[in-house]
C-alpha cells in the first residue's frame, strides 16, 4: 500500500526554521515526483515545492525561494522540506504528496497520493 507519512510540524517564531519530514512506503520514490503543498487558513491548497529524486530537479514557488528547499533521502525514502526565515504568513497545514513520473512541476489536482498532513504555526 502507498503511503506518505509526515512529521516535523509545530509552533515557531517568526524568522525560526522547521524541517518537515515525509517517510514513503509501498512504491520506488525515484519514479516519483514528490512534492510539499500547504493549505492556510481560508486559502486554497498551493503548491510549495518539489523534487524528482532520480534526477535531483527541483521546484519552488516564488514566495519561499531562498527560505525554503526541498532535499531527499533515497536511502531513508524521505523528502524534507527545510524551512528557514519563517514567516506568519507561512502559518499553514503541510502536505507531501507523490505523482508518478518526473516532472518539473507538478499541479495541486495531478498527485496521486497524499499524505495526512502536519501543521506549521509561525508567531509574529
Known amino acids: 500500500e502507498e503511503q506518505l507519512v509526515e512529521s516535523g510540524g509545530g509552533l515557531v517564531q517568526a524568522g525560526g526554521s522547521l524541517r518537515l519530514s515525509c517517510a514513503a512506503s509501498?512504491?520506488?520514490?525515484?519514479?516519483?515526483?514528490i512534492g510539499w503543498l500547504r493549505r492556510a487558513p481560508g486559502k486554497e491548497r498551493e503548491g510549495v515545492a518539489c523534487?524528482?529524486?532520480?534526477?535531483?530537479?527541483?521546484y519552488y514557488a516564488d514566495d519561499v525561494k531562498g527560505r525554503l528547499t526541498i532535499p531527499a533521502d533515497g536511502a531513508k525514502k524521505t523528502v524534507y522540506l527545510q524551512m528557514n526565515n519563517l514567516k506568519p504568513e507561512d502559518t499553514a497545514a503541510y502536505y507531501c504528496?507523490?505523482?508518478?513520473?518526473?516532472?518539473?512541476?507538478?499541479?495541486?489536482?495531478?498527485?496521486?497520493?497524499w499524505g495526512q498532513g502536519t501543521q506549521v504555526t509561525v508567531s509574529s
Open positions: 504528496a507523490a505523482r508518478l513520473g518526473l516532472f518539473l512541476r507538478v499541479g495541486v489536482n495531478e498527485y496521486e497520493y
Open positions: 509501498g512504491f520506488n520514490c525515484d519514479d516519483y515526483t
Open positions: 523534487i524528482s529524486p532520480r534526477n535531483g530537479d527541483t
